[in-house]
C-alpha cells in the first residue's frame, strides 16, 4: 500500500483494491506489478475518457523511459504500476518505443495478468462475519440477540468494486474483442430477481438459471429500475417467472449492440418485436394468433390508416399481459432508451432540440383486452364510413398511452393536450368552453389604523431590574 500511493500520484482517493506482482519469462521477460484502485480516480469520474492518462511506468534495465507509456488499453487506464524490461532498447525514442513488438507482446501479457487479477477479486470468498461489534443489553443487563432480519446484509468486496469501475469493463467488451469472453465473465447486472441495492447476477448465473425452455437472455435497457419492473413489458415475464436483466448504464445499449451473445446465447431485447415464448404449444400458439389476425383485421387496417406515419406497423400481440397496447421497436431499430440517448447527445448536429430523428415504432395490440375489443365494435363494418370524433379521440389515446408505456415520449403534446381536453369535456358534462366572467368582488370598508405605542418619557430599559419583580 505504501507503494501504492507511490504510484498512484495522488490520482485516486482512497488505498489499493487489489494488487500483483509477477516475472514475465519467455521470449520477452519483464518484472511488474500491477494496482487496482479501490475509487474511481479523478479524471474518470468526469465520464471523459481522453482525460484519462496512462497509469503505467515504464523502466528499461532499470531505468525510467516514460511515467506515462501507454501499454493498457482505454477502458484499463484505472490500472497503475510499474513494468521494468531487459528487452526494450534505450537509445531510441518513445514514439519508435510504441511501435515496438516487444511493447505490444508486452502490452498483450500485462493485459492478461490484469484480467486475471479482476477474475480472482470476482471469486473471493465472502468475507467472515465482523464479530467486533459491541452487543447491546437491556435495562436488566441482558444481551439483546439480534435478528437476522435486523442484521445489515454483506456485500461482497467485487460488488462494491464493480459498482465503480463495471462500466470500463462494459466498454473494453466493445473495444477488446480478443477478451471479449473474459470481461463478460466479470460483469454484473441487476435483474428481476435481485431485489437488493448490493444484489447482481452474473451472465452465467443467468444462464445456469434459465427455463428448459428459454433459448435467449432476455435484456431490459431503460432509465431505473424502478422504472422497468412496472413497465408492461414484464406482464408477461412475471407471468411465467422468467429473469430479465436491467440495463440501466447508457453504455449498455452499445454492450448489447456489439456483443450480441454470451457463450452463444444470444442477448433479446423485450422492447423489440421478435420476443416469443416456447412454453406453450406451438400448434395451438400459431392457429389462436391466425384467428386473432382475422378478427382484429378491420381494426389494425383502420388504426394504421389513421395513425400514418406516426407507426410503422400495427399489429396482433404475442406477448402482452394486462396492458392494452404497447409500442413496441423493429428488430434491428433502435429502442426507445437508445432513442432518448441519442435524442440527449449534446454534440449531435442537424437536428432540431427535441426532434425525435428514429424510427417510428411497432403497435401492439392486445386482442383479449376489452378497450381493444370495445374499438373493434365501434369501427364500421364497411370500411368506409368515417367513425365519430369520440372514437377517433380513443383511438389516438391508446396510441398515446401504448407509446408512454413503450418508454417514447409522445409525438404531438398539443394534439395530446387538445384530445384530452375533449375527453374532460365529454367526461365533466361542460357544454362550453368558454371562460366565465371575471368576479367583482365588493369593496372592503376601511378599518380604522392601530394606535401607535410611545414609550413614557424618562424611559429607560437599561434601568429596569427584573430580579426586583414580583413574579
Known amino acids: 500500500q505504501e507503494f501504492w500511493k507511490v504510484v498512484s500520484k495522488g490520482d485516486s482517493a482512497g488505498d489499493a483494491e487489489d494488487w500483483t506482482h509477477f516475472n514475465a519469462e519467455g521470449n520477452i521477460n519483464f518484472k511488474s506489478i500491477l494496482y487496482v484502485p479501490s475509487e474511481v480516480p479523478f479524471a474518470l ?10 497509469g503505467l511506468r515504464l523502466y528499461v534495465r532499470k531505468v525510467l523511459i516514460s511515467d506515462e507509456f501507454d501499454l493498457m488499453p482505454r477502458y484499463l487506464n484505472f490500472i497503475k504500476g510499474v513494468v521494468d524490461s531487459d528487452d526494450l532498447p534505450l537509445n531510441v525514442n518513445r514514439e519508435t518505443l510504441q511501435e515496438s513488438k516487444i511493447v505490444k507482446i508486452i502490452k498483450k501479457k500485462l493485459v492478461r495478468k490484469a484480467l486475471e487479477l479482476i477474475r480472482k477479486m470476482s471469486q473471493q470468498e465472502m468475507p467472515a462475519d465482523d464479530e467486533t461489534d459491541e452487543a447491546e443489553v437491556d435495562a436488566d443487563g441482558n444481551v439483546i440477540v439480534k435478528d437476522d432480519a435486523d442484521k445489515k446484509p454483506k456485500i461482497h468486496p467485487y460488488i462494491t468494486w464493480y459498482k465503480k469501475f463495471g462500466l470500463s469493463l462494459k466498454m473494453g467488451c466493445i473495444d477488446d474483442s480478443a477478451n471479449k469472453d473474459k470481461l463478460q465473465k466479470l460483469l454484473r447486472f441487476k435483474s428481476s430477481k435481485a431485489d437488493g441495492e448490493d444484489e447482481f447476477v452474473s451472465l452465467q448465473e443467468y444462464v445456469d438459471r434459465m427455463k428448459e425452455w428459454q433459448k435467449e437472455i432476455y435484456v431490459f435497457p431503460g432509465e431505473s429500475i424502478k422504472q422497468l419492473s412496472e413497465s408492461s413489458f414484464m406482464d408477461a415475464f412475471n407471468d411465467r417467472d422468467v429473469e430479465v436483466l436491467y ?37 395451438l400458439a400459431k392457429r389462436r394468433n391466425k384467428v386473432y389476425a382475422d378478427k382484429f383485421s378491420p381494426l389494425t387496417k383502420y388504426l394504421k390508416k389513421l395513425y400514418g406515419a406516426d407507426v410503422s406497423r400495427v399489429a396482433i400481440s404475442k406477448r402482452l399481459g394486462r396492458a392494452p397496447a404497447i409500442v413496441s421497436s423493429t428488430e434491428w431499430g433502435n429502442s426507445a432508451n ?81 384530445r384530452m381536453t375533449r375527453v374532460l369535456k365529454t367526461g365533466l358534462g361542460v ?24 414609550m413614557p418619557d424618562g424611559f429607560n430599559m437599561e434601568d429596569l431590574n427584573l430580579d426586583d419583580l414580583d413574579m
Open 338 to 418: 437508445m432513442d432518448r440517448i441519442m435524442r440527449a447527445q449534446a454534440f449531435a448536429h442537424g437536428v432540431a432540440p427535441g426532434e425525435n430523428m428514429m424510427p417510428t415504432g411497432i403497435l401492439e395490440l392486445n386482442p383479449r383486452h376489452p378497450f381493444v375489443i370495445k374499438l373493434l365494435e365501434s369501427i364500421p363494418d364497411d370500411g368506409e364510413t368515417e367513425p365519430p370524433q369520440s372514437v377517433k379521440d380513443n383511438a389516438w389515446i391508446l396510441l398515446d398511452m401504448a407509446t408512454m408505456s413503450g418508454g417514447f415520449p409522445v409525438r404531438d403534446p398539443k394534439k395530446f393536450a387538445a
Open 247 to 283: 440495463l440501466t448504464d447508457s453504455i449498455d445499449e452499445y454492450f448489447i449492440g456489439n456483443v450480441r451473445e454470451f457463450n452463444g446465447v444470444k442477448f433479446r431485447d423485450i422492447t423489440k418485436e421478435g420476443v416469443k415464448f416456447s412454453d406453450e404449444d406451438e400448434d
Open 45 to 54: 469520474q468526469s465520464g471523459n475518457m481522453e482525460m484519462m492518462k496512462p
Open 431 to 454: 357544454e362550453s368552453l368558454t371562460l366565465a366572467d371575471e368576479i367583482d368582488p365588493p369593496a372592503e370598508e376601511d378599518l380604522p389604523d392601530e394606535p401607535a405605542f410611545e
